[in-house]
């Protein structure tokens, strides 16, 4: 609901989130990227503005498959058949964050906040991308029938 003040106008229910992506030396807020957007649909690009790369999305996705590789085959979550929020209990979540992140902190100085980002991304893509053909399939075999 907009209200007008004078000459200006002010939005009544518009309230900034400052929830940071990563720690503090690489502090990046929401309200700098503009349109609240769901860490799931993030895009590559927008993945390479939160870690701080904006001119390198080859380097963002070279670090997101790097901790995505230590998320599947050390710490043994299935991405692509297990969705982050719906199919793993917080106090699981928890844990698997913690252990990712004492594992990633040597190379990548990103908090426990930022790693989600990237795994929230990482499953949802995956997650889509295996429905998408399995979808396909099953249309196949129909179409053959």
């Not at 518009?14 to 700098?32: A, D, L, M």
């Not at 860490?39 to 790369?53: E, T, V, Y």
């Not at 990482?122 to 998408?132: D, H, I, K």
Request: glycine content about 4%; charged content about 35%.
């Amino acid at each position: 609901m907009r209200k007008s003040n004078s000459n200006s106008e002010i939005n009544i229910n518009s309230k900034i989130n400052k929830r940071k992506y990563v720690s503090s030396k690489n502090c990046i807020t929401r309200e700098k990227l503009g349109k609240r957007q769901s860490d799931s649909r993030l895009s590559l690009p927008a993945l390479a503005k939160i870690l701080n790369l904006e001119n390198n999305q080859e380097e963002a996705g070279k670090r997101e498959k790097y901790i995505l590789s230590i998320l599947k085959n050390d710490i043994g979550f299935q991405l692509g058949n297990k969705t982050w929020v719906r199919d793993t209990p917080l106090q699981e979540r928890e844990r698997i964050l913690d252990e990712l992140y004492h594992k990633v902190k040597s190379v990548y100085d990103y908090d426990k906040e930022l790693l989600e980002v990237i795994v929230r991304r990482a499953s949802y893509y995956m997650m889509q991308g295996r429905l998408r053909r399995e979808r396909r399939a099953a249309a196949k075999l129909r179409k053959q029938k």
